[in-house]
């Protein structure tokens, strides 16, 4: 059965000029992969924040089930660099155990990091890092805010890998932002395309040759996206079976269900 993790409804967020976030309706649930692609200052972090709750919507409405548990993989992690912290003693900062987050941290296969110093870890393991702490709270739903960056790009599709298999483990719902366009179209079930309102939304092969997106990317982008288009045009529920397939959703102001 489905189960609705949050709901967004008529979301507007503005700070001093027009909104950052417009009207946008999404619903994420158990299972999904949902990224939200679009470019710079398009109000995605804006709106992942919303959904976690730490930014005050202007108007619309939030609906978060009460019994989720949420893990959050922030876009920057400032530490205080003269201060010695171990990953043991950051990941601990949860407040789990270090035998839970041991285990995370085994989850994210940087177990051997364990008594390394945050402050000399490469980009992978530190995003590996960082998702092992939310992990650590064993989360019903996870928001990733571009958990690639500073990867290589084997790398990335590394991640990306163990994020879809830590869903199939964890059968947590997903929502994250992504700049890479070319995994995003490999890696995730359902695609977003924000340029503070939805410009198009809906399975990764249909979303780029939809005509918003292509006004958004620019056609050379769109043509290099191409090689997606054997998609699947079904998806299965959680006892395997073929389940209805979601056509691309077009134009502005739409919603995501
Ligand atoms: N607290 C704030 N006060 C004022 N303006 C803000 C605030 N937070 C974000 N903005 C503005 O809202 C817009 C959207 O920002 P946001 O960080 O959501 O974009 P983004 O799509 O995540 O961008 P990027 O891809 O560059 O990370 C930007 O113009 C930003 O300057």
């Avoid at 609906?63 to 959050?72: E, L």
């Avoid at 958990?147 to 994250?176: F, K, S, T």
Wanted: hydrophobic share 40%; proline share 5%; charged share 20%.
């Amino acid at each position: 059965m489905t189960e609705r993790l949050v709901t967004l409804s008529d979301v507007c967020v503005r700070f001093d000029g027009p909104p950052v976030v417009d009207h946008i309706n999404l619903t994420l649930n158990r299972g999904d992969i949902v990224t939200i692609i679009g470019p710079n200052g398009a109000g995605k972090t804006t709106l992942i924040k919303s959904v976690l709750g730490i930014q005050r919507i202007t108007s619309g409405t939030i609906w978060r089930n009460p019994q989720a548990r949420i893990g959050y993989v922030p876009q920057h992690l400032q530490l205080q660099p003269t201060l010695p912290l171990s990953v043991r003693r950051f990941l601990m900062l949860t407040g789990e155990s270090a035998d839970t987050c041991r285990q995370a941290l085994a989850q994210t296969g940087v177990e051997h990091l364990f008594d390394a110093s945050v402050h000399h870890l490469s980009g992978g393991e530190k995003q590996r890092v960082l998702l092992a702490r939310a992990l650590a709270r064993s989360p019903d739903l996870l928001v990733l805010d571009e958990p690639a960056q500073g990867v290589d790009i084997n790398g990335q599709a590394a991640l990306y890998d163990l994020i879809r298999a830590l869903r199939d483990r964890l059968n947590c719902g997903v929502i994250m932002i992504s700049h890479d366009l070319h995994l995003v179209m490999a890696a995730t079930d359902r695609v977003i395309c924000l340029n503070q309102h939805v410009c198009c939304s809906g399975y990764p092969a249909d979303i780029s040759t939809d005509p918003a997106f292509i006004e958004t990317f620019g056609q050379t982008v769109a043509e290099s996206l191409a090689v997606y288009h054997h998609h699947h045009n079904h998806r299965h529920d959680l006892h395997g079976d073929v389940v209805e397939s979601q056509p691309a959703e077009g134009c502005s102001h739409h919603g995501v269900h």
